[in-house]
């Protein structure tokens, strides 16, 4: 089964598509930049939930007490709101699109597939020897050093399709590194 753009989504299909297990893991890395996970996409709606209600409150209040200051042409405070709001409207506009765009992904159930996809933890040796865990997420989700990465990332992407005991090559910035994958849950 093929993800579905949120936008396109309703509560049946996630339903559905979550009593059969999962989206189909291994999702076009072009379409990578709009997968999520339902958390994910909860998180962005809280979000944007946040911005839309304190957010712009807080900055209508900014300019009313600017323009109460009196003459707007030479008042900082009052061009400093306006900035402040202009950018809190662009956040907006670019979270929205964001939602809209999602494809929700869900994640397989662990032992369930035995190659790296969207949702996968997986640990991994270099070739030195050290191992390191990784969940593959969306970028949104991805923070590296509490140890989720973002499948648009070089190394996710080098994973992606991989199963145990595979090889595979990525070039980062301090160099090439060779991979072996350990396991996949």
Same mark, same amino acid.
Do not use: C
């Given at each position: ?64 007490? $600017?323009?109460?200051? #009196?003459? /707007?042409?030479?008042? =900082?405070?009052?061009?400093? &709101?306006?900035?402040?709001? *202009?950018?809190? +409207? ?52 991805? $923070?590296?050093?509490? #140890?989720? /990465?973002?499948?648009? =990332?070089?190394?996710?992407? &080098?994973?992606?399709?991989? *199963?145990?005991? +595979? ?19």
């Amino acid at each position: 089964m093929r993800p579905v753009p949120w936008s396109r989504m309703r509560d049946h299909d996630m339903q559905t598509a979550s009593s059969l297990g999962a989206f189909s893991r291994l999702v076009a890395v072009s379409e990578a930049t709009n997968m999520t996970t339902a958390e994910g996409l909860q998180a962005m709606e809280a979000e944007l939930a946040e911005l839309e209600g304190d957010g712009r409150r807080e900055i209508a209040e900014r300019i009313k007490t $600017a323009r109460e200051w #009196g003459d /707007l042409k030479e008042n =900082s405070e009052y061009h400093d &709101a306006k900035n402040e709001q *202009a950018h809190l +409207e662009t956040k907006i506009a670019r979270l929205r699109e964001k939602i809209t765009a999602a494809v929700v992904v869900a994640h397989t159930p662990a032992g369930s597939s035995d190659v790296v996809g969207f949702g996968s933890t997986v640990v991994v040796r270099d070739q030195e020897g050290v191992e390191q865990t990784w969940q593959i997420v969306s970028s949104h989700d991805a $923070a590296p050093r509490e #140890g989720r /990465l973002s499948a648009e =990332s070089p190394v996710a992407v &080098a994973l992606l399709g991989r *199963a145990a005991g +595979e090889q595979t090559s990525v070039t980062l910035p301090k160099g090439k590194r060779t991979l072996t994958v350990v396991s996949v849950s």
